[in-house]
C-alpha cells in the first residue's frame, strides 16, 4: 500500500517537470509552489530521460507542495490524511478515532488559513475596471469560476435535467475527464504524430482536411447531438436555423463546429476574411468558434455550481465521506479559461460583439460598460452611421475617409476602424449579465493583441509585484486572423503562446483540492485546444502548429490547392522566375542574397533609364539591401514600414522623375499604405511576398512601359508562396524541373 501512495506522488511531481515554476518573491503568499527545474522546450523533437537525481528531486519538491498545502489548509491536511490511512489499510474506525482527536484543531487552523488567502488583492490591469467592494466578485476564491449568490443558486429545472444528460455524451467531459498516461505524455513530448487520414471540406472544393486521428470527430446538423448547453441551443435555433442545414447556415459551419467539438488543435489556412469579401463565410466560422467557446464555459460554470452545491450541503451534514481531491476536481490555478488573440481593436470589436449576439437573452440582462467598448474599440461613428472622424490609424499614420476611399477594397476593410493594435480586455459571463473590462482574475475570457499581452508580460518581468499567472489555466487559445498578425510581429505570438499553462507564482485565492488533477500534473498544455485561422499558411504558422500545439486529442489541419493569380495581371508583362539552389532553410537568406549580388545587381547598378523597384518581403533583408547599395554607391531610394513619411514622399518623388534609379519596397510598408508608386519600369521580387494579392497589384502598377518586365527569385523553400501565385501544378513544375528559369507572359 505505502508502494501505491509513493506512486501518487511521483505522478503529482509531473506538475514540476511538466511545467516548471518561475521565479518567486520573497514577499510570495505562503502557499506559493517551491521552485523548480527549467521549463520543457516544445520545440525539442527529442525527450531527455530523468535520471535517477532529477526524479529524486521531483519527489522532494512535491513533498515541499504538500507539506504547504497540509499547513495552510486543515480540510485539505484531513482529506489527504484520510486517503494515505486507507491506502496504509487503516481501519475506519481507527480513523474517526484519529479524526475525534484532531478535528477541533484543524477546523481552526484551517478557517484561519482560509480567511488569510481571501484577502490577498488582486492584480488590476490599465485595460479593466477597478469594481467597489459591493460589486466586485470574490465568490468564495478568488479568481475561480465562483458562483454568483442569486444567480447560480436558482437553477431551472429543465436547465439542470438537459445539462445533466448532454454532460454524459458530451465531448466537454470527455476531454476534461481523461487521464494521460507517462507513457501518452512522452509520445506528446516528442511530436511526432503524423497526419494520416484526409477528409472533404465542405464548401471548400479546392481543400480537403487532414487529421493525426484515424477519422474525423463525428458530424451532425444538430447541437443538440454534441451535448451543448440548452440554453444556446435555443437562443442560436433562433437566430442562425436554415430549413436545409438543420441548426447551422451551412454545411461548411456545421463541419467546423464539429472539429471545435472534438477539443482537436485545429489549423485553418484557407479562412475567407471579411477584408477579402467573404464577410458571410468569415461571419460563419467566427460563430462556430463562438460556439463552442460560450459552450465550454458554460459546461465548466455548471459543473463547478453542481459540485459546490453538493460539497456545501455535505458541509452543512458535516459529512467527510465526500473524496474532495477527486470527485470535486474541476477548475484550474485561476478562472481564465480563454484566450483570443486578435490584430486590431476593430476586429476585437467585431468579435466581442458577435460573441454577445450568441449569448442568450436571459443571460445578458445587463451589459456592463457596452458603451465604453465602443468608445474605446470603434471608429468614431455612432449607431447612425455618421460621417468618419479624423484620426483613425494605420501603421502609425492618421488617414481621412477620403483616403482611405482611394485604397483597394480588402484595406479598406481592414483598415477602415480603429487600427490600435495594443489592447487588452477581460470578459466575465454570469448567469445573467456580461460584465466586460472585468479583471483578469476574475474573467473568463480574454481578448488580446499580441503587442498588448506581450506588454503584460514585460511589465511582470520588470515589476516584482505584478504577473501574467492568469495565463495559466488557459484552456481554449483561438489566434483568428494570424495573415494579419503576420504583418506585425510573429515573435510576440510565440512569447505568449511559451507562457500558457505554466506553473503560477502566486497562489490567488485558489482552492487546490478542487484543481484538476493534470494541472497540478503540469499536463494542462497536452488538454489545451488552439484554434488558428488564417487566409494562408506559411513556415512561421506551420511551425508554431507543430511545436507548440500538443493536444492529446489530435489535430487537424486544412490542405488547400491554389490556381494562382496570374490571371490577374491585365498588363502584358514579361514575368521572368529565376530558381537558386538551397541545401538548407538555415542558409536560403545568404542564397537568395549571394544569388543576387552575382546574377541580377550586375544588371541594374548603372542604368540608363532607373525605374527599378525592387520589392523585399522581409525587413532583415531590407536592411540587408540597404547597407550593400549603400558601399556600392548606388543611387536608390526607400519605402519601409519604419520610413520617416517626408523621406517617403521625396523618395516616391526622386523614383518618379528619375533623380533615384532604383527603389527598395517592402511588403509591411505596401501592407499598412498601398502606396500608388509611379515611374516603374523593371520590377524585381527579390522574395515572393506572403499575400499573393499584392504580386497582381504591383505587376499592374507598369505605367506606359514599353516591354516592361518582371523578375522574380524564389527556391525550393518559397512552395508554399510560389503555389499562391502560380498556382499548384505549376508550381510543382517549376520546383521539381531541372531548368531554372520560367517565363510567362
Known amino acids: 500500500m505505502k508502494r501505491k501512495a509513493e506512486s501518487r506522488h511521483l505522478q503529482r511531481s509531473a506538475a514540476v517537470r511538466g511545467g516548471g515554476l518561475r521565479n518567486v518573491s520573497k514577499n510570495s503568499h505562503p502557499l506559493e509552489f517551491p521552485p523548480a527545474n527549467e521549463p520543457l522546450d516544445d520545440s525539442s523533437e527529442e525527450s531527455e530521460v530523468d535520471t535517477d537525481e532529477e526524479k529524486q528531486g521531483d519527489r522532494s519538491m512535491y513533498h515541499t507542495l504538500l507539506s504547504s498545502l497540509k499547513s495552510s489548509c486543515g480540510s485539505f491536511a484531513h482529506v489527504y490524511d484520510k486517503r494515505q490511512r486507507e491506502q496504509e489499510g487503516v481501519s475506519s474506525a481507527e480513523e474517526d478515532e484519529q479524526d475525534t482527536e484532531l478535528e477541533s484543531e484543524s477546523d481552526v487552523s484551517g478557517d484561519a488559513e482560509v480567511e488569510e488567502v481571501g484577502t490577498e488583492p488582486m492584480e488590476s490591469s490599465e485595460e479593466e475596471v477597478v469594481e467597489s467592494e459591493e460589486d466586485r466578485d470574490i465568490e468564495g476564491t478568488a479568481g475561480q469560476l465562483a458562483v454568483d449568490d442569486e444567480d447560480d443558486v436558482e437553477d431551472d429545472d429543465e436547465d439542470r435535467e438537459n445539462n445533466e444528460a448532454s454532460m454524459s455524451i458530451s465531448s466537454f467531459k470527455l476531454h476534461t475527464t481523461h487521464t494521460l498516461a507517462e507513457a501518452d505524455v512522452q509520445k506528446l513530448k516528442e511530436g511526432k504524430r503524423k497526419f494520416k487520414a484526409e477528409f472533404p471540406a465542405h464548401g471548400m472544393p479546392m481543400c480537403k482536411w487532414t487529421t493525426t486521428n484515424d477519422s474525423l470527430h463525428k458530424e451532425d446538423d444538430r447541437l443538440a447531438s454534441y451535448g451543448v448547453q440548452s440554453r444556446l441551443q435555443k437562443h442560436w435555433q433562433s437566430i442562425h436555423k436554415k430549413p436545409d442545414c438543420g441548426d447551422f447556415t451551412s454545411a461548411k459551419q456545421s463541419q467546423f463546429f464539429s472539429l471545435c467539438n472534438s477539443y482537436q488543435d485545429i489549423l485553418h489556412s484557407n479562412k475567407n476574411a471579411f477584408l477579402c469579401g467573404g464577410q458571410d463565410d468569415d461571419s460563419s466560422i467566427m460563430d462556430a468558434y463562438l460556439l463552442h467557446i460560450l459552450n465550454h464555459i458554460y459546461k465548466t460554470r455548471d459543473l463547478v455550481t453542481k459540485n459546490s452545491a453538493r460539497l456545501s450541503q455535505q458541509a452543512e451534514q458535516k459529512d467527510k465521506t465526500i473524496d474532495a481531491m477527486g470527485l470535486s476536481q474541476d477548475q484550474g490555478f485561476t478562472r481564465p479559461k480563454v484566450l483570443i488573440v486578435l490584430p486590431l ?4 470589436l467585431r468579435t466581442v460583439k458577435s460573441l454577445i449576439d450568441l449569448i442568450p437573452s436571459s443571460c445578458k440582462v445587463s451589459i456592463e460598460y457596452k458603451n465604453r467598448l465602443f468608445d474605446e474599440f470603434g471608429n468614431g461613428e455612432d449607431e447612425d452611421n455618421e460621417a468618419l472622424k479624423e484620426g483613425s490609424k494605420s501603421g502609425g499614420q492618421h488617414k481621412e475617409k477620403s483616403q482611405i476611399s482611394s485604397k483597394p477594397a480588402d484595406f479598406q476593410a481592414l483598415f477602415g476602424g480603429n487600427n490600435d493594435d495594443h489592447f487588452r480586455i477581460g470578459i466575465k459571463i454570469t448567469k445573467k449579465s456580461v460584465k466586460l473590462y472585468s479583471d483578469f482574475y476574475s474573467s473568463d475570457i480574454i481578448v488580446a493583441s499580441p503587442v498588448g499581452l506581450i506588454t503584460k508580460i514585460g511589465e511582470a518581468e520588470s515589476e516584482k509585484n505584478k504577473d501574467v499567472d492568469f495565463l495559466s489555466s488557459i484552456e481554449i487559445l483561438v489566434i483568428d486572423y494570424a495573415d494579419v498578425i503576420l504583418m506585425q510581429n510573429w515573435s510576440h505570438v510565440i512569447s505568449v503562446v511559451g507562457e500558457l499553462n505554466m506553473i503560477p507564482t502566486k497562489q490567488h485565492g485558489t482552492d487546490f483540492m478542487r484543481i ?18 488564417s487566409n494562408f499558411v506559411n513556415a512561421e504558422i506551420n511551425a508554431l502548429f507543430n511545436r507548440s500545439c500538443l493536444n492529446y486529442r489530435g489535430k487537424v489541419k486544412l490542405l488547400s490547392s491554389y490556381s494562382g493569380v496570374l490571371p490577374k495581371v491585365v498588363l502584358q508583362v514579361r514575368q521572368v522566375y ?43 533583408d531590407f536592411v540587408r539591401l540597404r547597407n550593400y547599395m549603400k558601399s556600392q554607391d548606388t543611387s536608390f531610394c526607400l519605402v519601409g514600414e519604419y520610413t520617416k513619411q517626408s523621406d517617403i514622399s521625396r523618395g516616391r518623388t526622386w523614383f518618379f522623375h528619375g533623380k533615384r534609379k532604383i527603389m527598395l519596397y517592402t511588403e509591411r510598408a505596401h501592407f499598412y499604405h498601398r502606396y500608388k508608386i509611379r515611374g516603374i519600369r523593371d520590377l524585381i521580387f527579390y522574395s515572393l511576398p506572403e499575400r499573393n494579392d499584392f504580386y497582381a497589384e504591383l505587376t499592374n502598377m507598369f505605367e506606359g512601359v514599353d516591354n516592361p518586365t518582371c523578375t522574380v527569385l524564389f527556391s525550393r523553400f518559397d512552395s508554399l508562396r510560389l503555389e499562391r501565385i502560380v498556382g499548384a501544378s505549376s508550381a510543382k513544375k517549376m520546383l521539381n524541373s531541372e531548368k531554372k528559369t520560367f517565363m510567362f507572359c
Not at 516 to 532: F, P, V
Not at 593 to 611: E, N
Open 516 to 533: 484538476r488533477e493534470w494541472y497540478l500534473n503540469g499536463q494542462a498544455r497536452y488538454y489545451r485546444q488552439t484554434i488558428l485561422l
Open 345 to 348: 481593436r476593430s476586429i476585437a
Open 578 to 620: 529565376e530558381r537558386f539552389d538551397c541545401r538548407s532553410a538555415l542558409d536560403v537568406d545568404d542564397e537568395r542574397f549571394k544569388f543576387f549580388v552575382k546574377k541580377v545587381f550586375p544588371k541594374i547598378k548603372d542604368p540608363l533609364q532607373g525605374g527599378i523597384m525592387v520589392f523585399i518581403s522581409s525587413y532583415f
